[in-house]
C-alpha cells in the first residue's frame, strides 16, 4: 500500500464547495454519402450546479493523479482507509476479524476490487466499505493499524472533493436540432426522398437525475498551486422528443440527447487540470453524426463553437 499523509491541523473539519458547470454549443454539420446528403444545425445549452464535501483533510497524494497507474493506488488506498474507519466506527474503535464481516462480499466480487470507486457500481453499501473488507481478507489487523496511522503525519496539500447524498443542486439543459435533406430509406438505397428531422427537449432534472448527480463528481484541489483536478465530466441524461418527416408520413419517436462527442473530449480536457474558476471559448470539428446515427454511412463535417464556463466555490 502507498502512504497518503495527512495534516490534521490547518484544514479541521467538513469544508463544502458548489460545482457549477455551464456549456453552449452552437454547430452545424454537413453530410454526404453518394447522392444522399444532410444539413443540420443545433443550439445545446447545459447548467448544472452540484454540492460537494471534503473532510478538510490536507492529503499528501493527489486522488486524480494524472499517471494512471498511481492515481489507481492512491484511489485504492484512500478508499481502503475511509473503509477501515468506518468499520471502526462500527465495531467500538477497533478493526473488526475478517470473518465478523466476511459475510458482506462474497470471495468472488473481492476480485477486481480496485474497480470499485466512487461513480461505479457496488455490491456493498459504500465502496470505502468494499475495499476495506477486501483489505482485511488479506492483511493482519497490525498491518491495517500501521497503514491507518501513515494517515495522520503532517506534510499534506490536497484537499478531497467527494459528491454526497442529499446534496443540494440544480439542473438547467436545453436542446435543439434540425436536420434536412435527401435520404435513400428503402433497403436498396435508391430511392431518394426529401426529409426533415427535428430534435429537442428542456429539462429541470427529474428527482432521480438529481439524485444520481449527488455522487458523480470527484475533484481534488491543490492547496499550494491553486488549481483543481475533475474526473469523469458528467451531464445528466435528456430524453427529448425526434420528429420524423418524409413523404411517408411523420414518424415520432422519445430519444436520449447529449453533447456531441467530441465537444464531451473537450470539455474534458479543459477540467482535468484548471483554476477554480474560468472560461473557454473554441472553434471544434465535428466529423462523428449529430443524430448519432452511424449506419448511414458516408462523411460527416461541420464547425462547432463551443463555450465552457466553470466555478467551484
Known amino acids: 500500500m502507498a502512504m497518503l499523509l495527512v495534516s490534521s491541523d490547518a484544514w479541521s473539519g467538513v469544508a463544502e464547495r458548489t460545482l457549477s458547470l455551464e456549456l453552449t ?8 454519402n453518394e447522392l444522399q446528403w444532410s444539413k443540420a444545425q443545433t443550439r445545446q445549452h447545459y447548467r448544472i450546479s452540484t454540492r460537494l464535501r471534503s473532510d478538510g483533510r490536507l492529503y499528501a497524494d493527489n486522488l486524480l493523479d494524472p499517471d494512471p497507474a498511481r492515481r489507481l493506488d492512491i484511489k485504492q488506498d484512500f478508499y481502503t482507509y475511509q473503509g477501515l474507519l468506518e468499520l471502526k466506527r462500527e465495531f467500538g474503535g477497533r478493526l473488526p476479524d475478517a470473518s465478523q464481516v466476511k459475510a458482506e462480499i462474497s470471495s468472488a466480487t473481492l476480485i477486481g476490487s480496485e474497480a470499485c470507486v466512487p461513480g461505479t457500481a457496488c455490491p456493498s453499501s459504500s465502496p470505502q466499505r468494499y475495499t476495506a473488507i477486501a483489505a482485511l481478507q488479506s492483511n493482519t489487523r497490525q498491518q491495517l ?31 435543439r436540432a434540425h436536420f434536412a435533406g435527401q435520404q435513400a430509406f428503402d433497403h436498396k438505397r435508391k430511392n431518394l426522398q426529401p426529409f426533415e428531422m427535428d430534435r429537442q427537449a428542456t429539462t429541470q432534472g427529474s428527482e ?53 462527442t467530441e465537444v464531451m473530449g473537450w470539455v474534458s480536457a479543459q477540467l482535468e487540470k484548471a483554476l477554480p474558476s474560468g472560461r473557454r471559448q473554441a472553434p471544434l470539428r465535428l466529423t462523428l453524426p449529430l443524430d448519432g446515427n452511424s449506419t448511414v454511412l458516408g462523411q460527416f463535417d461541420g464547425p462547432a463553437m463551443v463555450s465552457l464556463s466553470w466555478d467551484f466555490h
Request: negative net charge; charged residues 25%; contains cysteine.
Open 25 to 32: 454549443v452552437d454547430a452545424t454539420q454537413d453530410w454526404r
Open 145 to 175: 493499524e500501521s497503514f491507518m496511522q501513515s494517515y495522520e503525519k503532517p506534510g499534506g496539500r490536497w484537499l478531497y472533493f467527494t459528491g454526497y447524498a442529499g446534496c443540494p443542486n440544480q439542473i438547467d439543459l436545453q436542446y
Open 208 to 260: 432521480e437525475d438529481k439524485r444520481r448527480l449527488c455522487d458523480r463528481f470527484v475533484i481534488t484541489y491543490d492547496t499550494r498551486a491553486g488549481q483543481m483536478y475533475l474526473e469523469n465530466v458528467y451531464w445528466p441524461a435528456l430524453i427529448g422528443t425526434s420528429q420524423r418527416k418524409t413523404n411517408r408520413g411523420i414518424e415520432q419517436s422519445q430519444v436520449e440527447l447529449s453533447p456531441p
